[in-house]
């Protein structure tokens, strides 16, 4: 076992003991920090896989913004360990059951059985459309920013465009739902 | 004659039109520049503090310092125990323990009465210069020791005779006692 | 992958430690006299002397240069050190003990990382190769810095939960939400920057600090190039520090401490210590992005022979730059009133991110007139 065995394992565990941890704590503040370290330990698996952009994105988006607002949430609202005990019925806890059940084995099946065929510049996902001028192998894949940048604005243009169309939908709705429009009365 | 209106009393007020901000003014850039200049130039123009130890403020004449005890140009004391200060004090700073004055001093036979002990408690004056104002000896003074500090809540009690070594002598436009002096030698008591 | 960690391990981590170390010392030396730097250009400004009694007893004895140094405060900071270190410790009884004594370390603990991918200056070696000085160059050291200075939030997020005050949790919030809101303004300023740098046709992709630093030598500064990114960078860069103008989480004003209300003693200390480290950071990336990092004036090649001489005289120059930074800091500390909270909000909202939104667009379309003019030339 060498060095950046020990450090996987490290990561490892951080990641999905925090992961654990956050799950089982009573109080909503340390789950958010227990979350938070188990985003963080996920980045540092990333760094030891030499891939220094996805290890940041993860720290700057998830950590750094998305948990600074739940927190921010948890805060504001000042949730007590006792909040969230709302008990679901046994019908539905079923139900959600089977459906994660089914969830995991299915993604656990389609791991398995692409695990054998596949190697790093083939996709699990189905071809879209290559570009017609410099195909995308003249840029081998690396790990650099500029290899990203190139991917994301040749071979998966519709993705990001299509990511990039929901997100304003969703910013133009929240916009909706929360102005205050003069005619309409608030219902509460 | 009518009570003068309320307008009548005032000055009208004028509301100036504002000018319109200009666009550089609405970002405020040059105005920060401005006080930018400002607070510059400031820190190469001369200091105005003192380096306090070192350096003491000039005490104007008026300054109502520590409470202090006064002798008059003869070198004699000049409280008469009326306890008048004692009274006025608001905090109640000042105990007085009366006494008569020593018969040995003939240049005071006059004065019925002295302070046999005098204590002012610097922790409860609180400078408001009425013992000054009420003593009708002019035997008492606010003077322009400022700093007043102690160890122990008994050295900051001042007694007679620190209350003396501070007040020192002051001059005496009237020699009261004097004059009475002289009146009753003449036969004229009263 | 990662070949070199076998042989000779010890000493490459040996070595790294080392020069963390000697980055952190450094570092907080600095932000221990940015403190000093702080009390003494405000009594300047403000017609007094500022600290000038502080000094070891042998120093004091040595003719001109001993008074001189007590003059200057220079053992000040040592006071103040020790001062917070034997102060007595309070801890309130209504706090959550264990986020209380967390938020210092995590305030201090981001502003610390984020000089590891801060490159301060250029290593001329004998065989004519140069290299970057830094802890570690990243390609991606922006958003490395970017990505732990926003840790640091939590760290006063939290002192201001924990502390269970209204004060203090006002100023957790107030300062997580200026912190949301700035950072979006800061990040689409750098963006025409890096559009700029990285331009078709120039050498350099990705979104290297040196790359950056490097790019500057001997043209033009990017903040000549780019005057309103470098503008909107550094009001966020204030407000990202939470300096003055935009001191929302301790304005004493309305908040008694903020969100250090409820800390005393070494824990005061160390969020104390913390601004300030963030400070001396915030001046050293301003530097190396937009005025030049170790280079000479612009338009001007180094004049520094390259050496170890050389080497030194970048490092002395990009230090000069970064301490002129943190005394415009102070400046500016002193000379403009603090914010309202909404025109905080505004300012970032409605002013600095459409701005920022404008100046990438225009910057786009500058670079892409530029570039088709370089293809039809071809
Ligand atoms: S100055 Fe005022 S408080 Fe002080 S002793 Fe005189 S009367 Fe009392
Ligand atoms: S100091 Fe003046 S007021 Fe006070 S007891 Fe003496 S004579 Fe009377």
Redesign the pocket.
Known sequence: MNAVDLLFWLFAILSVGGGLAMIFSRHPVSAAMFMIVSLVGVAALFVLLESFFLAILQVLVYAGAVMVLFLFIIMLLDVGPEAGKRKLGHFKMGIFGVLATVLLVGTLLTLGNSFDSLALDQSIWPELSEPKDGPSQSLPFSTQVSSFGYGLMTKYMLPIQISGFMLLAAMVGVIILSKKTPGREDVN | MPPPTFELIMAKTVVLERKPLSFSERTYLPQIATGLKTTFSNMFKPKVTLQYPEEKPVIPNNYRGV?TLVKDPNGREKCVSCQL?EF????K??RITPGSVPEDQDDREHVEKAPQEFE?NML?????????EVCPEEAIF?QDEYSSSGFTREEMINNKEKLYELGGTLPDRHYKWDKKKEAETDGNTH | MMDWMPQGLWFEVCLKVFFAFMMVGAVMTMAGYSVLAERKVSAWMQGRVGPNRTVLPFVEYIPIFGPLLKKLGMFQPLADGLKFLFKEEIVPGHVNKFYYYLAPLIALVPALTTMTVLPFGQMYWNDGTVSTLALADLEVGILFVFAVSSLGVYGIALAGWSSNSKYSFLGGIRSSAQMISYELAMGLSLLPVFLWVCAPGSSESGLSLSAIANSQSGGAWLFLVQPLSALIFLIALFAETNRLPFDMPESETDLVGGFHTEYGSFKFGIFFVAEYAHIVIGSAIFTVIFLGGWHFLPFMEDPWPANWIGSLLGVGWFLAKTIFLIFFFIWIRWTLPRFRYDQVMHLGWSKLLPLALVNLIVYLLIVTVIDQNAAANL
């Open positions: 409470p200060c006025v004090c608001p905090p700073a000042i002012i409860r004056c609180i400078y408001c210069g009425y013992c000054q606010l």
